[in-house]
């Protein structure tokens, strides 16, 4: 089993930044990828981002290109998300996910929520 546990969505100003945290524990040994999807109020969850856990190959929604920067610390389990010039539309609960021996996300974090005011 691996537990994901997300932290660090708040209230930001359009223009602002935010750090999203992502705490891995339990058999990460084998974690192929993690990544961020969002889900905004009525609409379905999309990705956002992903990084292989080994060579730390990286993937952005075009939406979040230029604007959101995916990173992870391996000794650490921690997936990271630094979210810069965040605009209403960025609005959503954020969720954590990891790939454990699969192709799919197959462990998902309970989300966090990150509101930008306009």
């Known amino acids: 089993q691996v537990q994901l546990v997300e932290s660090g969505g708040g209230l930001v100003q359009a223009g602002g930044s935010l750090r999203l945290s992502c705490a891995a524990s339990?058999?990460?040994?084998?974690?192929?990828?993690m990544g961020w999807f969002r889900q905004a109020p009525g609409k379905e969850r999309d990705f956002v981002s992903s990084?292989?856990?080994?060579?730390?190959?990286?993937n952005y929604a075009d939406s979040v290109k230029g604007r959101f920067t995916v990173s992870r610390d391996n000794a650490k389990n921690t997936l990271y998300l630094q979210m810069n010039s965040l605009k209403p539309e960025d609005t959503a609960v954020y969720y954590c996910?990891?790939?454990?021996?699969?192709?799919?996300?197959?462990?998902w974090g309970q989300g966090t929520q990150v509101t930008v005011s306009s």
């Open positions: 339990g058999r990460t040994f084998g974690t192929y990828a």
């Open positions: 996910a990891l790939r454990w021996r699969s192709t799919e996300y197959n462990y």
């Open positions: 990084i292989t856990w080994s060579d730390g190959r990286t």
